[in-house]
């Protein structure tokens, strides 16, 4: 339907009677049906024409279908209507056009965004209606709303953006967010047109970040890096950047950059690699401890196993000689003792105790004493048979156990043990000899079981030892009770110096040839409220043993020599004072010193001491012997050996000793009468001691016959009952003052023994 049609019919385009009007408005009419808008003349509110557009744009079928339609349904609903009519009149009663973009509907009830001019037709006359130009405008305005959603999507993007984002154009600033002013330390728009040499630390770093970045974003790729930047203040702040041109093939377009601040994630990532390597070190060092936990629980079972195979050793083995010890001797002794009294057969126990085995620790050292005691341990081993046992129990003492040995096998097996002790032992380069005292005792004769069968053996072996050493000697019951005598003897003699139980006794030691007094030798008495008085025979062996012999072998030089001292200062004249000093004492070091201290002490020369040495000193190391001989020979002090004759000394360990009197033994002396031996060997050690210009004193003379063929030998002195007892200080002081009355009154001793009576004796009588 044509919207300004006039007539009711269609108006022919080559109709002849076409007046300038008619043509006018044809052509208008063709215009409207072919405006690219829809447009509606209302009248009263209702649509009185409209062109297809306008049908079209409302969802109708065709224009017709539109006329007399409210205006009202083209508005999704009554008060939008009414609201545009009270928007529009004031607009359109002045002749002008009113515009405005609103929301229609369509005639299925649709909505859409349309534009809308009306205007009045007579703006003096609303009767005369309106003229509506309607726009579809939906898709236009849909697209317009997506665009700004997305401009403030963006907005809100950039603004919440948690890195700064920079449009640069020529390298300036067009435009950024608050991120990054904040970043920087700037007021919002601060930034607004600066140059980005601004967050720049210098001019290289810009120069350098431009040349970097230009050649990626120029072939399209984004350039990433990490640029220090610089804050509003100066200091630096380390950012991962982006950056990426807006149009590649137009750089003048600009560049957006996104800079992140990463000094916080460099810091953590530091911290972090720290705290890792802290981790790694300190799992390195846990794998390492646990390894090395690992490594000693190892070494620690191992270790176990060993101790308690070093244990089980140590509990029955001798750890220095290998040798069974007591447990594991107890052990196979029962065993043995069971056995031997199922089969009815005896068994021997030998007690083996090394004779001065004490000295060579004293004076070798104990190294060379346990390398002995090994080789010893070896050397006995290999007498035995192999079903015995040889066990040390400590120290230099050893038991052998003999299963099946009657008294007469442990005989022979303690002679064989005699023998193999005989050869020297080489230690080192000392060449020692090293003989076994030994006690036996058989089962079931000596003792029913192990502890009694060693006890007697013990005994016994004690007896070897006072018998004379380096020999054995069997078990006897009356041997029980000697060994406890010992026992009594030795707790006794600890506390009988400081009981003052000892005293001294002297005896004349006179010259034969001028029967003068010159010297006496101190003799050491002990007497005991309940054991009496003890013989030294029996307590000095004991006193060695235990180690009293020190202090005690000391008391008695003092006293010795206080007492010498006290007589020459009575005027009496005797040369010397000869003291006893055991094997024990001869090995104490610095021997010397104590000697010349104790002289020192008593206000005494060295030469009025003689003391007297047994052979035996000089057994185990003459080296070491003839060393302190020499310390004491030059210090002055007098040298004699003591029962000469009894020990080993051979002729040419003699003359090495700076000994200056040999005492020929009581022994020989006793039978000279009736022994033509013990004469032949006195004479020979006479002349002996004459070839080493040696004096010789003989002890134990007791009759004038002794003193005369000692005389006759060229004895220089003689000792013994015959010149006079060993008597108390006090005694001895009278008998010298007698002596010396009787020399000063032209009596000469001499003289007078030679013919009647010795004066000693005379005077004892
Ligand atoms: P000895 O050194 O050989 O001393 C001589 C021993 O023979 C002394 O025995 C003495 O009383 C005794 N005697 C003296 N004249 C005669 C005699 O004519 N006939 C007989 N049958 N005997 C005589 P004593 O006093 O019983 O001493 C024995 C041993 O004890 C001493 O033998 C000595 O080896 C040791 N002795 C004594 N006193 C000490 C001492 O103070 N220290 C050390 N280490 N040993 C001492
Ligand atoms: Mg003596
Ligand atoms: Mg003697």
Redesign the pocket.
Known sequence: MPLLDHSSGSPSVHAPADTPLERTLREQQTLLDNAGAGIAFIRQQQVVRCNRRYAEIFGYASPEALVGQHSESFYPDASDFRELGRAAYPVVSTGQTFRVERILRRCDGTVFWGRLSGSLINPKDTAEGSIWIVDDIDAQKNAQVRLDAAIWEKQILLDNAMVGIVYLRDRRLTRCNRHFEQMLGYEPGELEGCASRQWMPSDQAWEDVGQRCYEPISRGLTFEGELTLSRKDGSPVLCEVRCKAIDPSDLGLGTIWICMDITERRRAQSELIKVHAELETLVAQRTQELSETVDSLHREIDDRKLDQERIYWLAHYDALTGLPNRTLLAERSSHAIEQARQDQTPISVIFLDLDHFKHVNDSLGHRVGDALLVQIARRLRAVVREKDTVCRLGGDEFILLLPGANAKGAARVAGKLLEASRQPYQIDHHELTMAPSMGIAVYPDDGANFETLSQSADVAMYRAKQGGRNTYRFFTPEMQAHSVRALQLENALRRALERGQFS??Y?PQVCIATQQVMGV?????WKHPELGTV???EF?PI??DCGQ?LP??EW?LRT?LEQLKRWHDQGLILPSM?????AV?FRQPRLPELIARILAGAGLPPGALEL?L?EGVAMDDPRMAIDTMDQLHALGVQLSI??FGTGYSSLSQLKRFPIGKL?I??SF??DLDEDANDRAIVSAIIRMAQALGMQTIA????TRGQFEFLRDQGCNQA?????G??QAAEQLQIYLQACRKAQQGGNAPGQRGTQTSHPFTAFLR
């Open positions: 001294l006794h005896q030798e101190a003799l050491l008495r013989s030294p025979a000095i006193a060695e012999i005690i072998g008695v010795a000869s003291v006893n000093l055991s004492q007297e047994t003591d029962d005492k033994d009581q002396v006793r002890e134990g003379v007791e000792q013994g009952y015959y010149c007892h060993p």
